[in-house]
């Protein structure tokens, strides 16, 4: 099992920043890649950005170039750096780590509890 807990989340002005942080415990040594996602109000769940274990970036098409992604491995912990924040960003936002099993490809998801982000004047 891995364990992930989110912080950071908050209010902010429209065009201000937040860094949000995971922290993985548990079965972590197999973990493939980590990475954030959003969900809004009355909207599906969508990529904001991952990282791989080599340390490989994919980010959602609304925050290239706003947000940074980024990992301490000493510390099991993934960042996201967000900036020039406005009022589409506001979401819940779920840390993701996944396994994908190298015998069946079976990709196992776990994810964090959530972490509510406002951008609001």
């Known amino acids: 099992q891995v364990q992930l807990v989110e912080s950071g989340g908050g209010l902010v002005q429209p065009g201000g920043s937040l860094r949000l942080s995971c922290a993985a415990s548990g079965s972590i040594f197999s973990i493939n890649a980590m990475g954030w996602y959003r969900q809004a109000p009355g909207k599906q769940r969508e990529l904001v950005a991952t990282i791989t274990s080599g340390g490989s970036t994919n980010y959602g098409d609304s925050v290239k170039g706003r947000f940074t992604i980024s990992r301490d491995n000493a510390k099991n912990t993934v960042y996201l750096q967000m900036n020039s924040l406005n009022p589409e960003d506001t979401a819940v936002y779920y840390c993701?780590?996944?396994?994908?099993?190298?015998?069946?490809?079976?990709?196992?998801?776990?994810w964090g509890q959530g972490t509510q982000v406002t951008v609001s004047s």
């Open positions: 993701n780590a996944y396994r994908r099993d190298i015998t069946t490809l079976i990709r196992r998801d776990y």
